[in-house]
């Protein structure tokens, strides 16, 4: 049965769709199947970063033109896609709770020839988006160390978890100096949910260090970075959270669950 993976944050440009793309990658490497759904409708790019050409499928399912099996492209990255592509003005009229409760029951039946299912959202929580995150197995929440971006991320929490849309949640600490970024910050985060009374465990990931040079090159050259550079620490960083949600989720078979190249990386 495939699980849903939903990458979200609060503040926007924080890393969503460079976490998202890099972690399904990474995911078909090791032999699962990975579908990646980009919901950020109106300013969709995953399709820059994986290469491939939407030519308005996903337009047209809304348009009840074609099953949502036909907005599926196949990468050269091991993971299909379905992309809204740069048709912005083509969905505003589709952006209603109606659609939505259609692509999230097409979904559940799409997700079956799959292992993951990866979503990666626009910034901040939607009303009407609220049922893809209640059909999600783990949500991964994606910081970085700007102060307004995690203020923007502790109402997002809040909404979460007020809702009861998500058992699983899981934090990745995008663009970090160093690795004592993401620990503070994982642990600040953890602070202000106790005070605030949030009851759900958060479970760090992982920190992805910061590497404007290679991020940029990535997408120059429309290829994932786990890709483009193989031995990096970036490549490294994704490695690891992915061990990790993989070993949390009873899906990783070595016993040490990458609890050693944790230790060993902290
Ligand atoms: N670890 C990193 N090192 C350097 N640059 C990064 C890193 N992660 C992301 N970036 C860059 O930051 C910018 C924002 O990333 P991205 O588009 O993935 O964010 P996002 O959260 O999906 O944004 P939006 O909310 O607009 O969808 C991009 O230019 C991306 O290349
Ligand atoms: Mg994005």
Redo the contacts with the bound molecule.
């Keep these: 049965m495939g699980k849903i993976l939903s990458f979200t944050?609060g503040k926007?440009?924080?890393?969503?769709?460079?976490c998202a793309v890099n972690t399904a990658v990474e995911l078909a490497e090791r032999g699962f199947r990975v579908l990646v759904i980009d919901m950020?409708i109106n300013?969709s790019?995953v399709f820059i970063l994986l290469h491939v050409k939407p030519e308005n499928r996903f337009q047209r399912y809304f348009e009840n033109v074609i099953p949502l099996a036909d907005t599926i492209i196949t990468s050269d990255f091991g993971v299909d896609v379905i992309s809204a592509g740069v048709n912005i003005l083509g969905f505003i009229q589709f952006e209603n709770e109606y659609n939505f409760n259609r692509l999230v029951r097409d979904l559940e039946v799409i997700k079956e020839n799959y292992d993951f299912v990866v979503i990666d959202h626009?910034?901040g929580i939607r009303q009407e988006l609220l049922k893809f995150y209640q059909i999600s197995d783990e949500i991964v929440f994606?910081a970085n160390p700007e102060v307004t971006a995690l203020t923007d991320l502790y109402r997002v929490i809040k909404v979460v978890s007020a809702n009861k849309l998500c058992g699983s949640l899981n934090l990745l600490v995008?663009?970090v100096k160093n690795i004592d970024w993401a620990v503070n910050l994982y642990r600040e985060i953890q602070a202000v949910m106790k005070k605030f009374g949030i009851p759900e465990d958060l479970h760090l990931l992982g920190p992805?260090?910061?590497?404007?040079e290679k991020?940029m090159l990535s997408?120059q050259k429309r290829t994932p970075l786990v890709k483009l550079f193989p031995r990096t620490p970036?490549k490294g960083g994704f490695a690891l959270a992915t061990t990790r949600l993989l070993y949390k989720m009873g899906m990783f078979k070595d016993s040490d669950g990458g609890q050693k190249a944790f230790s060993k990386f902290f």
């Design positions: 944050s926007g440009g924080v890393g969503k769709t460079f950020d300013c790019n626009a910034a994606i995008n663009r992805i260090v910061n590497d404007e991020v997408i970036i």
